[in-house]
């Protein structure tokens, strides 16, 4: 039809520096145009260029969702597990071999409504995880029903005549829980985001980091919100970073201000920490400390 | 190999069966177990949390049963065999994860203490009511192996073999017991760890390049990895390929899951274990398997002071259902009485392995309490007198 | 010479905009191409404004484009500087 020119890279020997962190064998992938998981996905590959993390101890645990399906793009040890449980399941994986680094990468249904009772118990444990909870405020795969995270008076499918429960303000519930690094972004914010999740592998205990990311399909097309695109710029227009920001007040609405930022960095012992010192305090020398090394489950 | 001895508790000890098996899994290897409180299960972790910091590894007590059936896939994920312990209520709630085991094919041990049901039932008092749902309770076609152990020392014994099994064929196994077996105390051997044979893990030694996470090398079971050992794999519950890649056609699901079922089923004959007694010759035999086991002991030996001739096959392994073993049987003799702590679970698949040729008395029981020896009698003498089929 | 160049895997793109709205430069438009998917990739219009700053290959959702820097830049940046392969 058209004969523009497109500019196809034959001949450049240059390549997408997160390549190597993808499946590109099973590229493209499913998510729709104007959605920003994959955007997110971007920024965490960059965030992994620029922490220069061990891949090969990087283990990422995915739960169930449109956002769920990071898992089987990234090229890591990767797990998708079970809708609400990707955390415990990373609970596991991280006591078993604390030597790993263990991303959680799941959406705002999967991690605060399923998932929410074992949300609220890794932050106050605080597991060492980090966890990335990509915001689309609506159950995406599924067709878009309400999630305890669709704002006020939304259109959604299980509520076609708009939603009147009032939301979770996510970032305000894990700090509450005992989170020792909140930060929240929009996918309009790349930048911000690589460095958050850089800075969460520098933490020790349970961070976590909300993208707000359009879902043009549902959420979006439902309310007459316009595209990916527009949403992307209702991003760059409304949000305002408010770094250190009391997480109560962040709460977010259909069209107001999304306050992001850095909200909460503080320090205090993780799990595994806390776990090693009551033993070594409570038996002494009979404490044997764990090494998976030792005990052969293989031959 | 063999067990490693800082798990093993040699010696002879007068310990329950929710202790025993504890010191089963530690001496098959177990080092991590997740677990939710649920009587009559409980004291299983309790000693487990008691135990494992002076011998090496890690328990966590989660927020539900939910989390513990799936952190502990996670351990094993991690390199840790692992194993969870609950009772009627709590299994239902881990169903949907023994199905993820089953079907991402994680080698783990998931125990259930069987007490009265349905729902609360009865907390602190035996059935065999979770019999089926050990089974069918996940949804979608897969195969499990099941354990009944009737004694202490079985707990022990059987807690080792649940975890070989599960390390040979990279699927759940369900440790049936009961309350009965779980806190009945008795004398239990525990021998010396070069004594105990215990199952590796299948590990893959193929380059990174190599490796296909779901990829069989002739047998049927697939050669796995850990996290962190630089295979860069993917799991997942959705039905998949040998890459391990979701792969959502009719194809690849009837590949994979005739697959995960053939890999049980063509191995049945293989796994079952049952303890069998006077067979030859006999008119009836009596099936049982846990507590009741021991109260049909009673009513065997009674049925054959008063000349009736009874044989005596004792399930050890309820699921793969040893269908061989009863086709063969039913063409031999009379009868099989089938008491159970339920009204009729394991009984209807003597029925359909016996096809006929054989007649089938169940001696039910709802659960709360065990058989008296004189109720299965009377059941052994009604099916001595039925006319051969 | 432009500072940077933009490189496009035309069957990738989902012709979201993101590129074209959120490059500095304006360097890029969406064609009326389509790809096998009937998707309008993005095409150069103003390859000299190109910085290689890749904020489009930071955007994309889809992976679909990144840009590099030329090896003549004037900042003296390496030309095999691909930026952490494992």
């Given amino acids: ?299 | 190999m063999k067990a490693d001895p800082r798990g093993v508790l040699t010696g002879i000890h007068f310990i329950d069966g929710d202790h025993a098996c504890c010191e089963g899994a530690l001496a098959a290897g177990a080092r991590f177990a997740a677990g939710y409180p649920i009587t009559p299960s409980t004291e299983v972790v309790e000693r487990f949390a008691s135990r494992v910091p002076k011998v090496g590894g890690t328990f966590i007590q989660m927020e539900d049963e939910l989390a513990a059936s799936i952190t502990l896939q996670g351990a094993v994920w991690g390199g840790a065999k692992a194993f969870t312990v609950t009772s009627g209520p709590g299994f239902s709630l881990m169903m949907e994860h023994i199905g993820y085991a089953a079907m991402t094919e994680t080698p783990c041990v998931f125990v259930d203490v069987q007490r009265g049901g349905p729902s609360t039932g009865l907390p602190t008092l035996p059935a065999q009511a979770d019999m089926m749902q050990a089974r069918w309770g996940s949804h979608g076609d897969y195969e499990i192996i099941a354990l009944c152990p009737n004694s202490p020392q079985e707990c022990f014994d059987l807690t080792i073999k649940a975890f070989n099994l599960a390390e040979e064929f990279r699927v759940p196994v369900m440790f049936m017991m009961d309350e009965v077996v779980g806190h009945m105390t008795e004398k239990v051997v525990i021998p010396a760890a070069h004594e105990i044979e215990v199952v590796p893990r299948k590990h893959t030694h193929k380059s990174v390049e190599d490796y296909l996470p779901y990829a069989t090398n002739g047998d049927q079971v697939p050669e796995m990895a850990h996290a962190g050992e630089g295979y860069n794999f993917h799991v997942t519950g959705l039905t998949h390929d040998e890459h391990g890649y979701p792969n959502m056609t009719a194809p690849v699901q009837d590949k994979l899951v005739r697959r995960l079922q053939n890999k049980i089923r063509d191995a049945a004959d293989r796994i079952a274990m049952f303890e069998e007694e006077e067979l030859d010759g006999a008119d009836v035999v009596v099936v049982s398997y846990g507590i009741t086991s021991r109260v049909a002991q009673r009513a065997i030996e009674v049925a054959r002071e008063q000349g009736l001739r009874v044989g005596k096959l004792r399930l050890i392994t309820a699921w793969p259902f040893p269908e061989k073993k009863f086709r063969e049987l039913a063409a031999k003799v009379k009868a099989f009485v089938v008491p159970e702590l339920n009204l009729g679970q394991m009984v209807r698949e003597v029925e359909r392995a016996a096809a006929g040729r054989a007649k089938t008395f169940p001696v039910s029981h709802a659960g709360g309490g065990v058989h008296r020896p004189e109720d299965i009698l009377k059941v052994i003498v009604e099916a001595s007198r039925c006319q051969t089929v | 010479m432009a500072k940077g160049r933009v490189s496009i895997v035309v069957e990738h793109c989902k012709s979201c905009g993101f590129c074209v709205e959120f490059c500095p430069s304006h360097v890029l438009a969406l064609s009326s191409a389509f790809n096998s998917k009937g998707y309008h990739p993005p095409h150069v219009v103003h390859p000299e404004k190109c910085s290689g700053c890749d904020l489009c290959g930071m955007y994309c959702p889809d992976f679909a484009i990144f840009a590099t820097k030329n090896p003549n830049d004037k900042a003296g940046l390496k030309a095999d500087d691909k930026g952490g392969k494992k």
Wanted: charged share 20%; with cysteine; proline share 5%.
């Fill in chain 1, 1 to 299: 039809m058209s004969d523009s020119l497109i500019d196809i890279d034959t001949n450049n020997s240059a390549s997408n520096p997160v390549e190597p962190f993808l499946r590109t064998d099973r590229m493209p992938h499913i998510w729709c145009p104007g959605c920003g998981i994959g955007t997110t996905v971007n920024s965490f590959a960059r965030a992994l260029i620029d922490s220069k993390i061990d891949l090969g101890s990087l283990a990422l645990v995915s739960g169930i969702g449109c956002t769920g399906r990071v898992a089987g793009y990234v090229k890591l040890d990767s797990f998708h597990t079970t809708h609400g449980r990707a955390i415990p399941f990373a609970t596991g994986l991280k006591l078993a071999n604390p030597k790993l680094n263990v991303v959680v990468y799941s959406g705002d249904g999967d991690l605060s409504a399923i998932g929410g009772n074992h949300l609220i118990h890794a932050a106050r444990r605080n597991i060492d995880l980090k966890v990335i909870c990509v915001n689309n405020l609506i159950y995406a795969m599924t067709g878009g029903q309400t999630a305890p995270t669709t704002p006020d008076h939304s259109t959604t499918s299980t509520n076609p005549y708009g939603t009147f429960e009032p939301s979770f303000n996510l970032p305000h519930l894990v700090e509450a829980a005992g989170a020792v690094y909140v930060a929240r972004w929009t996918t309009f914010h790349v930048r911000q985001l690589s460095r958050s999740i850089s800075e969460a592998f520098q933490k020790k205990g349970f961070s976590f980091i909300e993208v707000i990311s359009p879902c043009p399909t549902l959420y979006q097309r439902r309310n007459k919100l316009g595209d990916g695109l527009d949403t992307m710029k209702y991003y760059k227009e409304k949000s305002k970073v408010r770094n250190g920001a009391p997480t109560n007040e962040v709460g977010l609405s259909m069209t107001g201000e999304i306050i992001v930022g850095k909200f909460v960095d503080r320090d205090r012992p993780d799990y595994g920490s806390m776990m090693r010192a009551q033993f070594a305090e409570s038996l002494g020398d009979k404490f044997v400390e764990q090494d998976e090394k030792e005990v052969p489950v293989c031959s």
